[in-house]
């Protein structure tokens, strides 16, 4: 995959997205938003930042489910584009707790790795 070419593609959505706001356009930034949610490129970069870029890529969720090879990130990217927008419902997040420096623990959400790609 050209990856600059999707990363370009939606750069520039978000670029016209955000001129559109800037100069009151509302029903445009609408459709805009319509476009860019519908992208398979935004959930292709989307996809690549949840399974590679990110930080906690080998974080396990409730689901137990990590994808670290192409072939399981082309199976997720056929699965999630046939979603429509408008029926995904997040599933409950993993509850775990990190030590903080006073001492005490910190509640940490962990989502499966279908919300979020949804959330980007």
């Given at each position: 995959?050209?990856?600059?070419?999707?990363?370009?593609?939606?750069?520039?959505?978000?670029?016209?997205?955000?001129?559109?706001?800037?100069?009151?356009?509302?029903?445009?930034?609408?459709k805009l938003q319509r476009l860019m949610?519908?992208?398979?490129?935004?959930?292709?970069?989307?996809?690549?930042?949840?399974?590679?870029?990110?930080?906690?890529?080998?974080?396990?969720?409730?689901?137990?489910?990590?994808?670290?090879?192409?072939?399981?990130?082309?199976?997720?990217?056929?699965?999630?584009?046939?979603?429509?927008?408008?029926?995904?419902?997040?599933?409950?997040?993993?509850?775990?707790?990190?030590?903080?420096?006073?001492?005490?623990?910190?509640?940490?959400?962990?989502?499966?790795?279908?919300?979020?790609?949804?959330?980007?």
């Amino acid at each position: 995959m050209d990856w600059k070419k999707i990363y370009g593609y939606v750069k520039k959505l978000r670029q016209r997205i955000f001129r559109a706001e800037q100069l009151g356009q509302k029903r445009k930034v609408k459709k805009l938003q319509r476009l860019m949610i519908r992208s398979n490129a935004n959930l292709l970069l989307s996809i690549k930042r949840v399974t590679q870029i990110n930080k906690g890529k080998q974080t396990p969720c409730v689901d137990g489910q990590i994808i670290l090879s192409s072939s399981d990130r082309l199976k997720l990217y056929n699965l999630l584009k046939e979603y429509d927008i408008k029926n995904i419902r997040p599933n409950p997040a993993k509850r775990a707790y990190i030590p903080k420096k006073n001492g005490k623990m910190r509640p940490l959400g962990i989502p499966i790795i279908k919300d979020r790609i949804f959330q980007l």
